[in-house]
């Protein structure tokens, strides 16, 4: 079993900042690439692309390979950036590693809100 926990999220004011953190649990021997997707209320879950005008300069993704941890520093927060946001982890092909599916594993979720 895959389980991701996810961490950090909150409310903020805009002009805020939070770092959101993903880490997969177990399976210290297997890399897994991981990813941040976000679903604001009404809409579709999106991939969170850093290079997006959206978020462009505000936000960033970096990744502690040997912890299979995943973060999204966001900063400089918008009200449309409100979203429950969601990390994805897709496992590499090791015989260490936990079967692949179509769309990887996904962490329970964080909600992040921010209030103009």
């Known amino acids: 079993q895959v389980q991701l926990v996810e961490s950090g999220g909150g409310s903020v004011q805009a002009g805020g900042s939070l770092r959101l953190s993903c880490a997969v649990s177990g399976w210290k021997y297997c890399r897994f690439a991981m990813s941040w997707y976000r679903q604001a209320p009404g809409k579709e879950r999106e991939f969170v692309s850093v290079i997006d005008s959206a978020v462009r300069g505000r936000f960033t993704i970096s990744q502690d390979n040997a912890k299979n941890t995943v973060y999204l520093q966001m900063n400089n927060l918008k009200a449309e950036d409100t979203a429950m946001y969601y990390c994805?982890?897709?496992?590499?092909?090791?015989?260490?590693?936990?079967?692949?599916?179509?769309?990887?594993?996904w962490g329970q979720g964080t909600q992040v809100t921010v209030s103009s």
């Open positions: 994805n982890a897709r496992p590499g092909g090791s015989s260490y590693c936990p079967p692949r599916t179509e769309f990887g594993y």
